[in-house]
Every structure is written in structure tokens, then in C-alpha cells.
């Protein structure tokens, strides 16, 4: 018998073949039945608590999936794509986790029997692009109408997007603040950046409102700053990176003097220095002057007397957008200030909401920027909220940019099945049961649908296929009635750039996974642990 030989470093594990591709699918299994009930209107809350004890309350997929440590190299397949969905389009992220398993789901048994993956990969891709064609054909393409019609098409997307979240029951207010929120960014870019989410504790969440401009919450301020005016019309504003506050001694330096006199020149200078800032930032006429870095408690009396509001340790982030909505130039440097280098906008003030105060800046002149303020009770629920809001923004950005949308609520889901079924009749081979079986995977969202609703899934799924045989084609759940309806109609409206990034995404993983047939694990050889030497003195043990 011939000896084994070792290429790999001693402990490393290998498996490999049929049984590991089956162990991958199963481990993905267990994590799309940990999202599996997150799905639709009626899909329930996870709560995670992470190490070090901080609980998330979530029922956005991409979420979940980030938060859950998976470890296993094949399910981090599905974190990726939930990631990538999110990132792409910003909602279906559930969706696509769940078709990806399911997908899986029904070619297990086909590895099992010996089919060979490269096989049902080919049957994957076939199934892949015609899923996608189906979808392109069969959506409805808006055309440009007049800003009202535009505005509703995008409010019934927003809608449709936060009727699975926490948020449903007030998707109406919220509705329209996110369609407002995307049409006043600058076209085409839509940069998402420009919207700003404050979460303010307390209050309803009707309370919460949208400034086309910019807010931010009232900064550490010094004495002094009670006296200066809190609101403006027609204001100036200066934007500053400098420090208008006395510096400490560097702990460094040496000087050596011989008299008090040259003490107090040393001294004098640095006030002179300030006061000559400050005397410069008068002189330009600003009303408002921001600062990242800390604006010190002479300044704030010196503004105070002179009627202007400040404002230092502004967050850079906050700074950067009040520049792009009100124009003018961070300073850095307040020698020679322009005219043009200030900002302006046609109404600054300071308001409370809730415990906060905020400083709220409107009627900009660029205003390529706005901020919504939400309100709420607990801090997981306006987390919660926060990442809801980001899921509908996306919504309809994409819907601006992609004006092509198709009905949700597991339609075109069922209408993609049936597209599948009908071409795998005319397939020869092992293909047609391959292609067979990925048309009853694109069943799972409109079952899972109507399973976390609790509704007869099966009797539900036998009538749609009924109704999409008849050619129905927008025939999918409708939660409300408990049956099934014309969602076009209702209104139940998504992207179809949605539904294309999930499809595409849940197969690529689907094909990955599949063309995996050993895995590696290479462990790091530990040293053996030494034994204690002896100490000097100490007898020898035994």
C-alpha cells in the first residue's frame, strides 16, 4: 500500500464532492429561513442583540443579514447579494435572499440523483434570462406626463415599499415626504447624500416633517449665545474650518523674556489676532457664521453684540450640505472673503423640536438638499424608521432614473413561473425538469407571501395559476381582502429594476454555490504548548 501523501499543512480540512455541495445548500437553507417570515406586509420583526448587547429591531433583510455573524463561507453567499440589492436598488432585499434559497431548494433533489451541477447551472442561466426578458416585456413603461401624474406614480412606488415596514399605518404622511425629499436633489445625479435624517425622540410619528433645506441640531455653545438672535430673513451665511477661540501655550515652546512689558506684547498679539478674525467676519456682512472646529466664548459675546449668530464643532457632514444648498465656499482662511464666498437663504431659524433645538435653514437658493426630521418613541423604533425611509428614497430614485415598473405583491413573480413552465414544455432533455423546477421556485415569494399572513397558500397559489393561464397577467396576493386581485389596479406598484437586480443576483449566488464541490479550510498550526521552565532555585518537579 502505497503512503499518503501530505500536500496540505497537517489539521487542514477538506471535503469535498457530492455530499459538501449538499451541506452548502442546507447551511443556506437555515439562513433563508431566518428571513424567511421578515417578507410582505404581514412579515414580522427579528430582534438581534449583538456582543456587546446592543438590540436591533429590524425587518429589512440587507439588515438582518449584516447583523447575523454568519460564518459559514457558502451563506455568506447570501449576505453579499442581500448587501448588493440593497446597495443597487435599496429595497427587495428579503426577496432576493428567499429566491436564491428557494432556488436551491428545488435542484437539491437533482444533485442528489447524480445530475451534474454543470448541468443545472446552464438550466440556471436559461431560466435567468428568460425570467428577465418576461419581466421587461410585460412592464409597463411610464411615460413623462405632467409633474402631478409623475408625483403620484412615485408616491404609489414609496408606498408600496413601506407597506412591509414598521411604518405601514402612516405611509400616506411619509409617502409624501419622500417623494418631495428626492425631487428637490439635483437631477440626474439624485445624490443621496444631500438627505438628511435627524431622529428627535418623542412626539408621534405624524410629527415628523421635511425642511427643503437643511437642519441640524444646536451645537455646544458658550456663554453669551442666549443673546444673539436666533432667526433671520435674507440671511448671510460664512462657513468656516478655523478656530476662533484664544489657543492654550503650546506645552513646547520656550520663550524667553526679560520683562513684563514684552510678556504683555505676546499677549496683546494673540487677542489682536482674534479680534482681527472677528472684526473680518463683521465686516463681510455675514448675519450667520458655522464653524466645524470650536468657536470660543469671546466670539460668541463678540457676535452677540453685533447681532450675528454662530455656531461652532458643526458637523462636517452638516457643514458640507448647508454649503450645497445655500452656495459660498468653506473658509479656511477669513483674509479677502468675497461676496460670492458666502451662502445664503431667505429664512434662518432656530426652533425646538422635541428636547432639541434646531438650527433650520430655508428657502436656499440651490437647495439641492432637504432634511426630514423624525419623531418617535423608542430609539430602535426610529432606527427602524430611519431604514425604512432609506429603503423608499431608493425606491423612488430608481423609479426616476428607471421609469419602467411592473405590479407586486407576488404577480410577476407568478407570471415569470408560468413564462417558465410554458418554455420548459418545448425543452428536450434533462433541462425541461430543471427548468421546470426553477419556475416553481419563483413561486416562493408570492407562497411566502401569503404564509405570513397566515392564508391558505396552497389554495391561493392554485387560483393564480389559474388566473395567470387565462392571461391575468397582474393577478397576485392581495393581503387586504385575503384573496387574490388585480394589483396594477390596486396600486401595488414596484420598479422593475427591482425585480431584475433580484432575479439576477438570487441565480448568480444560486449558480456559485452550485459550482462549489470542495472547501478548504485551512487552520493555522498551533505550537504546542511549552512546558513552565524551571526557576532558578526551585527543584526539579517529580
Not at 448588493?84 to 433533489?109: C, F, H, M, N, W
Not at 423608542?378 to 430608481?398: C, G, K, N, P, Y
Not at 387574490?484 to 414596484?494: F, G, L, P, Q, S
Request: proline share 4%; aromatic share 4%; net charge neutral.
Amino acid at each position: 500500500m502505497q503512503p499518503q501523501i501530505l500536500v496540505l499543512r497537517e489539521g487542514t480540512d477538506q471535503s469535498q464532492g457530492k455530499p459538501q455541495l449538499i451541506s452548502n445548500i442546507n447551511a443556506c437553507q437555515i439562513v433563508v429561513d431566518a428571513v424567511r417570515t421578515t417578507l410582505g406586509p404581514r412579515g414580522m420583526d427579528k430582534l438581534i442583540v449583538d456582543h456587546n448587547g446592543k438590540s436591533v429591531i429590524s425587518n429589512d433583510g440587507a439588515t438582518i443579514m449584516k447583523l447575523l455573524d454568519i460564518v459559514h463561507p457558502a451563506a455568506k453567499t447570501l449576505v453579499d447579494i442581500a448587501k448588493s440589492q440593497d446597495a443597487e436598488v435599496g429595497d427587495g432585499t428579503t426577496s432576493v435572499v428567499i429566491l436564491a434559497g428557494e432556488l436551491l431548494k428545488r435542484l437539491k433533489p437533482f444533485v442528489e440523483d447524480g445530475v451534474h451541477p454543470r448541468i443545472i447551472i446552464k438550466a440556471l442561466r436559461t431560466a435567468s434570462r428568460l425570467a428577465i426578458e418576461r419581466v421587461k416585456e410585460v412592464s409597463v413603461k411610464v411615460e413623462s406626463q405632467s409633474l402631478e401624474e409623475q408625483r403620484e406614480l412615485l408616491r404609489k412606488c414609496a408606498s408600496t415599499a413601506m407597506s412591509s415596514k414598521l411604518i405601514h399605518q402612516q405611509k400616506d404622511h411619509f409617502s409624501k415626504i419622500v417623494v418631495d425629499a428626492v425631487l428637490s436633489l439635483d437631477v440626474p445625479l439624485l445624490p443621496l447624500d444631500m438627505i438628511g435624517i435627524k431622529k428627535v425622540s418623542g412626539g408621534a410619528l405624524e410629527d415628523s416633517f421635511l425642511v427643503s433645506g437643511v437642519a441640524f441640531k444646536k451645537t455646544f455653545s458658550y456663554a453669551g449665545f442666549e443673546m444673539q438672535p436666533k432667526s433671520y430673513s435674507d440671511c448671510k451665511i460664512a462657513l468656516l474650518n478655523i478656530e476662533l477661540e484664544l489657543k492654550a501655550e503650546r506645552d513646547n515652546a520656550q520663550i524667553r523674556l526679560d520683562n513684563v512689558k514684552e510678556y504683555q506684547k505676546v499677549v496683546d498679539a494673540e487677542w489682536q489676532i482674534l479680534y482681527e478674525k472677528l472684526a473680518a467676519l463683521h465686516a463681510s456682512g455675514a448675519n450667520v457664521v458655522l464653524s466645524m472646529l470650536p468657536i470660543g466664548d469671546v466670539a460668541t459675546q463678540y457676535f452677540a453684540d453685533r447681532d450675528m449668530f454662530c455656531a461652532g464643532r458643526v458637523p462636517a457632514e452638516d457643514l458640507k450640505r448647508t454649503q450645497r444648498a445655500c452656495g459660498g465656499a468653506v473658509l479656511s482662511s477669513v483674509r479677502d472673503m468675497k461676496p460670492e464666498s458666502l451662502g445664503r437663504c431667505q429664512e434662518f431659524t432656530e426652533r425646538q423640536v422635541g428636547g432639541e433645538r434646531y438650527n433650520i435653514f430655508t428657502g436656499c437658493p440651490a437647495a439641492k438638499a432637504c432634511t426630514i426630521v423624525l419623531r418617535g418613541g423608542a430609539e430602535q423604533f426610529l432606527e427602524e424608521t430611519e431604514r425604512s425611509l432609506h429603503d423608499a428614497i431608493m425606491i423612488v430614485r430608481r423609479t426616476i432614473k428607471n421609469d419602467a415598473v411592473v405590479a407586486g405583491g407576488g404577480a410577476i413573480d407568478m407570471e415569470v413561473s408560468k413564462h417558465l413552465r410554458e418554455y420548459s414544455k418545448g425543452v428536450a432533455g434533462k433541462e425541461q425538469l430543471l427548468l421546470a423546477a426553477a419556475a416553481r421556485a419563483y413561486e416562493a415569494i408570492p407562497r411566502q407571501l401569503a404564509d405570513n399572513a397566515g392564508l391558505d397558500a396552497t389554495s391561493l397559489l392554485n387560483k393564480l395559476r389559474q388566473r395567470h393561464h387565462a392571461g391575468d397577467v397582474w393577478y397576485g396576493i392581495d393581503i387586504q381582502k385575503e384573496d387574490i386581485a388585480d394589483n396594477y389596479a390596486n396600486c401595488v406598484w414596484e420598479p422593475a429594476v427591482v425585480k431584475i437586480n433580484a432575479i439576477t443576483a438570487a441565480s448568480e449566488a444560486a449558480m456559485q454555490i452550485l459550482s462549489i464541490d470542495e472547501t478548504i479550510k485551512n487552520v493555522k498550526s498551533e505550537a504546542p504548548p511549552q512546558m513552565p521552565g524551571r526557576g532558578m532555585g526551585r527543584p526539579r518537579m517529580g
